[in-house]
């Protein structure tokens, strides 16, 4: 067996691996935030300023300081401009809020049968392009009738399962959800609903959401 047929065999198998690698590895964990500080010198105090009352934090930073939205959506589903969308409009309607977008994976079994689609198609190409020399490594002296059906035509065959293993990828990668929380608290969620939240829709939730935290940290501070 020469290089190229070696390469064509020994590829799809190092990407599975990599890929099954990859998956089970725990991602890095995220930096701390690093704050800078700027010293200022204070000035002087003037006791005919000490009067004046100090503005609260929320006034200065807007009706959503300190609150924040997640929206995590099926990235592979092109729903990406309807994100950014919704992004756009929470932070016009309550100025100060953090609008987070974020991917929202499919289960892992969908996650793992997507790793073996490419092993797949990269199989289909190996044994169409060198599988008179890969049946006897196997131990398989004569090739099966199907793979005379495949090598008859073999741009079709390698053809179809490419583009059989790309819609079967897409699918399997795809969860499609728009998922939408607010401090933590689902607001809406399109895997239960079966729809996309309409901008008025969430702009209403949003808002009654951060009118019950401020209720509630007025209570607490009473």
């Not at 964990?29 to 000035?43: A, V």
């Not at 009067?51 to 300081?65: A, E, N, R």
């Not at 609008?99 to 289909?124: A, H, T």
């Not at 390698?158 to 790309?166: D, E, K, M, Q, S």
Request: proline share 11%; with cysteine.
């Amino acid at each position: 067996m020469d290089r190229a047929q070696l390469l064509l065999v020994g590829l799809p198998l190092f990407l599975f691996v990599t890929d099954l690698f990859s998956l089970f590895t725990p991602p890095p964990p995220k930096p701390p935030p690093h704050h800078h500080h700027t010293h200022l010198p204070k000035p002087p105090r003037n006791p005919e300023t000490l009067d004046i009352p100090l503005q609260k934090p929320s006034t200065i930073g807007g009706v959503g300081y300190g609150s924040t939205v997640n929206i995590n959506f099926c990235a592979s589903c092109s729903y990406r401009g309807t994100a950014v969308t919704m992004k756009k409009m929470l932070e016009t309607q309550f100025p100060g809020i953090d609008v987070i977008l974020d991917n929202y994976p499919p289960p892992l079994p969908k996650r793992l049968l997507s790793k073996v689609v490419p092993v797949f198609q990269f199989g289909v190409i190996g044994i169409v392009m060198a599988g008179e020399q890969i049946f006897p490594m196997i131990g398989i002296t004569t090739p099966p009738p199907w793979y005379y059906s495949l090598r008859a035509n073999r741009f079709g065959s390698i053809a179809t399962a490419w583009l059989l293993g790309n819609v079967m990828q897409s699918f399997l990668q795809s969860s499609g959800a728009f998922e939408v929380y607010c401090n933590g608290d689902m607001l809406f969620s399109k895997l239960k609903e079966g729809r996309f939240p309409g901008e008025i829709e969430l702009k209403d939730l949003v808002g009654k959401t951060l009118a019950n935290s401020r209720d509630n940290l007025g209570v607490v501070w009473s």
